[in-house]
Nanobody, 118 residues
């Protein structure tokens, strides 16, 4: 069974930084592109960033480009999201997911809460 466990969220002031981690298991991690999604209160889930199987390609939502960095460690089956210069608008629950997610195979974990507030 595919398992994705997010961690590293918390409360941070605007302009601060957080590093999110995702521990993956139950599938051949290094053969899948990975991603981070987020869902803010009252809004739909949106793609934040994606990364190719070897980190050869990364993609970012316009709202986070230049501030967030996605990375992965295939030996540890982990994916990370470094978030810098955080804004109030970044407040959301952040989810790790295979990319692209497929409804037939991919479910969503508990996510990790990121709250940016002064």
């Amino acid at each position: 069974q595919v398992q994705l466990v997010e961690s590293g969220g918390g409360l941070v002031q605007p302009g601060g930084s957080l590093r999110l981690s995702c521990a993956a298991s139950g599938f051949s991690f290094s053969t899948y592109a990975m991603s981070w999604y987020r869902q803010a209160p009252g809004e739909e889930r949106e793609l934040v960033a994606s990364i190719g199987t070897e980190g050869e390609l990364t993609t970012y939502a316009a709202a986070v480009k230049g501030r967030f960095t996605i990375s992965r460690d295939n030996a540890k089956a982990m994916v990370f999201l470094q978030m810098n210069s955080l804004k109030v608008e970044d407040t959301a629950v952040y989810y790790c997911q295979r990319f692209p997610p497929l409804d037939e195979y991919d479910s969503w974990g508990q996510g990790t809460q990121v709250t940016v507030s002064s």
